[in-house]
């Protein structure tokens, strides 16, 4: 059963962001669904840190998108999304602030379609 699952996500590998992108947990699991073709890690965090983390921990994430949530190009388009999902409970700056937070950022990166699930918690 797991390997028809597997068969058909190779076909259309699904993004799943990682919401803690420097743990080692994360980035060994990272590592091995990079290897296994059949999910696209997307991991959260500061470009350079996510990657000294993985190289100190051996783990290959050549390749995989790192999103650091200080520096992304959709972040304003995000704040306004997250601003019209709350109905006025936050205003602007209350969500950019949120938002700079890995939870806050992975689950509006899934809301708007920019992955497909999330994992997070680590």
């Keep these: 059963m797991f390997e028809n699952l597997v068969e058909i996500l190779k076909k259309n590998p699904r993004k799943i962001v990682y919401t803690e ?3 080692a947990r994360i980035l060994e699991s990272a590592s091995r669904l990079k290897a296994g073709g059949f999910l696209t890690p997307v991991l959260v965090g500061n470009v350079d840190e996510v990657k000294a983390a993985a190289a100190k921990g051996g783990f290959d994430i050549e390749g995989l998108e790192i999103i650091d949530p200080e520096n992304y190009e959709g972040f304003d388009e995000m704040v306004e999304t997250m601003v019209a999902l709350r109905k006025g409970k ?27 699930a999330l994992l997070g918690g680590a």
């Design 90 to 116: 936050m205003s602007a700056e209350d969500c950019a602030a949120a938002l700079k937070k890995s939870n806050y950022f992975g689950t509006m990166l899934v809301k708007m379609g920019k992955a497909d």
């Design 21 to 23: 992108g420097t743990d």
